[in-house]
């Protein structure tokens, strides 16, 4: 159903392929359009924590593979949101007055995931920037 949604959209096209004895298979390719889109949705960092994981990940795959000259600086952005999650999610736990209360415990849970997200990102960073050192 998402495979005839983007191409409906023109976003990609597909081509019958046979391949006997089996059943025929259809064989998608990006369009122009789809690639515009794809370079779009690429560059835009995560805006919600929520999403980071699965979203961030399959974006990192894809520029690694595609874009990496641009890896350096999509990690720099996203290190600077990552750090405004941070930092406000601080500022809420620093609001609530009652110990071990159960909303303070859920305000730093979700505080110590970010604060791993953004030692992760920090690391990564690091990792890519050795990596172009060995490479230059």
């Known amino acids: ?3 005839e949604k983007l191409e409906k959209n023109g976003l990609i096209s597909g081509e019958v ?3 006997d004895p089996r059943p025929n298979r259809r064989r998608f390719t990006l369009t122009e359009t789809g690639k515009k889109a794809f370079d779009n949705w ?3 960092p995560i805006n919600h924590p929520r999403d980071f994981r699965q979203e961030f990940m399959v974006r990192f795959y894809f520029m690694t593979r595609e874009r990496p000259e641009l890896l ?4 720099a952005a996203q290190i600077t949101i990552c750090s405004g999650w941070l ?3 601080q500022d809420r736990e620093a609001k609530k007055n009652t110990p071990g209360s159960f909303d303070k415990a859920v305000i730093h849970f979700r505080q110590s995931q970010i604060q791993s997200m953004l030692d992760w990102l920090i690391w990564l960073q690091y ?3 050795s990596i172009q050192e060995e490479i230059e």
């Open 87 to 89: 930092a406000s999610t």
């Open 1 to 3: 159903a998402q495979l």
């Open 17 to 19: 392929v046979v391949t």
């Open 127 to 129: 990792q890519f920037n």
């Open 42 to 44: 690429l560059l835009q």
């Open 72 to 75: 350096p600086d999509y990690l």
